[in-house]
């Protein structure tokens, strides 16, 4: 199939925009449910750290003065402040991760009113070019060198509202089993669930409009689904990325792969730290 023949999917507007309330349901159930599951079976429900180090500390130096007066008052002595997150919640947590990243699949399916061998054929995954994997590894190359100089160009100038928040992987990588899971969601689960719907089914869908409103589209909501405000401009690029691919062979498996890549490559960063 020729990058051309995207802007002829038997799906379009109507079947996108099913296709984002589905989805944004699949994005928060699951993540309602982390809570409740956790506490269901005796963990903490909070699977993330309170920050970074200056803040733990702060937080504990703000418990001993509250502990101090009131002890001095002879008034009840307050309950230790949360510093660490529950690891049995982490698993909990990407548990569900990969259950909505394979949800968003279906979604796909689903909204676009297409069996699997049929959506197969039409988004090109019938087909695998192993000749061309060079393409997606030099362009994760090159959106990493990027996202690595916009990342020090926000923290030069110092713009706190493009920096994300600390604290959300330290719970993970303190557990084998959470990070296992952690590995399967981002390795396996998220490039093919999200690239299904967010390239598959809305820049497929959308494609009519033309490369870059379809694109601006598919990978705006493709970042701002991280929920992460220092990664929304960078994941933003990665998107269009995603989306150029697609549309340049005709296959989403060059997003895939590109998808594969980027996230292997934060993952082995991440081990790196442990």
Same mark, same amino acid.
């Given at each position: ?48 750290? *309170? ?11 703000? %418990? ?18 949360? *510093? ?59 959106? %990493?060198?990027?996202?690595?100089? %916009? ?81 929304? *401009? ?33 993952? *082995? ?6």
């Amino acid at each position: 199939m020729s990058p051309r023949k995207l802007g002829e999917m038997p799906w379009g507007e109507t079947a996108v925009l099913l296709g984002i309330w589905l989805g944004l349901a699949a994005f928060i159930v699951p993540r309602v449910l982390i809570g409740p599951t956790a506490g269901a079976v005796g963990a903490e429900r909070a699977f993330t750290d *309170i920050g970074n180090s200056f803040e733990k500390a702060a937080a504990v130096a703000e %418990y001993a003065d509250l502990r101090l007066v009131r002890a001095a008052a002879g008034n009840a002595v307050p309950d230790p402040p949360r *510093i660490h997150g529950d690891v049995v919640a982490a698993r909990v947590a990407w548990g569900y991760a990969i259950l909505a990243t394979l949800l968003f699949g279906g979604i796909a399916l689903v909204a676009g009113r297409q069996g699997p061998g049929r959506f197969a054929s039409l988004t090109g995954l019938r087909r695998f070019d192993f000749d061309r994997l060079w393409i997606p590894g030099l362009a994760v190359m090159a959106v %990493y060198l990027a996202a690595g100089l %916009y990342t020090r160009a926000i923290d030069a100038f110092g713009i706190d509202a493009l920096q994300g928040e600390p604290g959300g992987l330290e719970v993970t990588a303190r557990d084998s089993w959470a990070l296992a899971l952690y590995g399967v969601t981002t390795l396996v689960a998220a490039p093919f669930g999200e690239e299904l719907f967010y390239r598959g089914l809305v820049f497929g869908g959308l494609s009519q409009w033309g490369f870059l409103p379809a694109s601006a589209v598919s990978s705006v909501l493709f970042a701002l689904s991280h929920l992460d405000a220092a990664t929304v *401009i960078p994941f933003a690029c990665a998107g269009l990325v995603m989306c150029w691919l697609y549309w340049r062979s005709g296959s989403l498996w060059d997003a895939i792969a590109f998808h594969v890549l980027f996230n292997l490559l934060s993952f *082995i960063l991440l081990l790196a730290r442990i």
